[in-house]
């Protein structure tokens, strides 16, 4: 059974790093593409970036670019989003995806409530 | 990119039909079959409900299709059932790895 599962909820304040966690299982995780989606309260989905844990090549939305970095761990089958400053705007949902083909997402992580706030 | 462009409402009465629209770009939409549309409920992650346009997972019911002209993607749900109320959420590939989703559409089953 393919399973994403994510980190737990954060509680951050202004200006803390953070790096939250995607753990793939049930498939092969070096050769399927991690997302991350963005949902802020009450609002829609917003995809972020996406990563090839095999060789760990990612491409950024424009809007997310250098705002995150996304990585993997291939070793440990797990896929990081991370922040060096957060901002009371990055309050959100992330959703960790695998994405098949060019367009296609059927597993979700069960998403990583994240609060920034002073 | 800028997001798809999503009705933020759509609603109809049991056992009626109701589409959604979805439109984007040439440079999105219109240049790639690789829509897909996802249920969200609230407190849920997203469903896949239709993939590459027109295609639907094992599992999604019938009722559920996809479409597409030009710059404009469009899912109908028909028969619609109480359980089928929730956000709808459209999205597509955009060339250079990246996907784009649209606003959402709050579907009310009246």
């Known amino acids: 059974e393919v399973q994403l599962v994510q980190s737990g909820a954060e509680v951050k304040k202004p200006g803390e790093s953070l790096r939250i966690s995607c753990k793939g299982s049930g498939y092969s995780f070096t050769t399927s593409w991690i997302g991350w989606v963005r949902q802020m309260p009450g609002k829609g989905l917003e995809w972020m970036g996406i990563v090839y844990p095999g060789d760990s090549d990612t491409t950024y939305s424009p809007s997310f670019q250098g705002q995150v970095t996304i990585s993997a761990d291939k070793s440990i089958s797990t896929a990081y989003l991370q922040w060096s400053s957060l901002k009371a705007s990055d309050t959100a949902m992330y959703f960790c995806?695998?994405?098949?083909?060019?367009?296609?997402?059927?597993?979700w992580g069960q998403g990583t409530l994240v609060t920034v706030s002073s | 990119q800028s997001a798809l462009t999503q009705p933020p409402s759509a609603s109809g009465s049991p056992g009626q039909s109701v589409t959604i629209s979805c439109t984007g770009t040439?440079?999105?939409?219109?240049?790639?079959?690789?829509v897909s549309w996802y249920q969200q409920h609230p407190g849920k992650a997203p469903k896949l409900m239709i993939y590459e346009v027109t295609k639907r997972p094992s599992g999604v019911p019938d009722r559920f299709s996809g479409s597409k002209s030009g710059d404009t993607a469009s899912l109908t749900v028909s028969g619609l059932q109480p359980e089928d109320e929730a956000d709808y959420y459209c999205?597509?590939?955009?060339?250079?790895?990246?996907?784009?989703f649209g606003g959402g559409t709050k579907l009310t089953v009246l």
């Open positions: 999205s597509s590939y955009a060339g250079s790895n990246i996907v784009i």
């Open positions: 995806v695998r994405r098949d083909g060019y367009n296609t997402i059927v597993y």
């Open positions: 040439s440079s999105d939409v219109g240049s790639y079959n690789y």
